[in-house]
């Protein structure tokens, strides 16, 4: 049985984490793409192509993408290089104490330049970022024409 995991499941954004995809054929070529849907209703996504190794197993960290949104082992490739579906879009986090940025990773058999609804993956699952950790508080700062927030530890 197939199936990609991300560990932690939930992490602060600035926290690498290890993307795993388990229980492919040897040598099997998949693609393993990120999904994010920002706040605004945007979404962003990367894929990357790779071959399963011997024990059927993909690890960005420690196999070379063969091509993509990049190529090379990149441990955090899938993250860094989401790009807009709409030119032009940034990827912005407004809300950064309430929500974190959901980000589905899904493993698909073959190379997909382009994924539609009814390509089914193969597995997938769901990675928070936070910008935020617990206990952090959010302090508005408005002092002449200074504007920001101050972020107080617990």
């Known amino acids: 049985m197939v199936e990609v995991t991300v560990t932690p499941q939930s992490s602060l954004a600035d926290r690498p984490v290890q993307v795993r995809a388990r229980g492919l054929s040897p ?3 998949v693609t393993l793409r990120a999904l994010l849907t920002d706040e605004q209703g945007e979404c962003f996504q990367a894929r990357a192509f790779f071959r399963a190794d011997e024990a059927g197993e993909v690890d960005p ?9 990049y190529a090379g082992v990149w441990p955090m490739g899938l993250f860094w290089f989401l790009q807009p579906d709409t ?33 089914q993956p193969l597995a997938s699952c769901e990675a928070e970022r936070w910008y935020v950790g617990p206990g952090v508080q959010r302090a508005p700062v408005r002092e002449g024409r200074v504007r920001g927030a101050l972020f107080l530890p617990p």
């Open 27 to 29: 040598s099997q070529l």
């Open 61 to 69: 960290g420690r196999h070379a993408a063969l091509g993509g949104s």
């Open 87 to 119: 030119l032009f879009r940034r990827l912005v986090k407004r809300d950064v104490a309430g929500s974190p940025f959901l980000v589905r990773l899904e493993v698909f058999d073959g190379v997909r330049l382009v994924s539609g609804p009814q390509d």
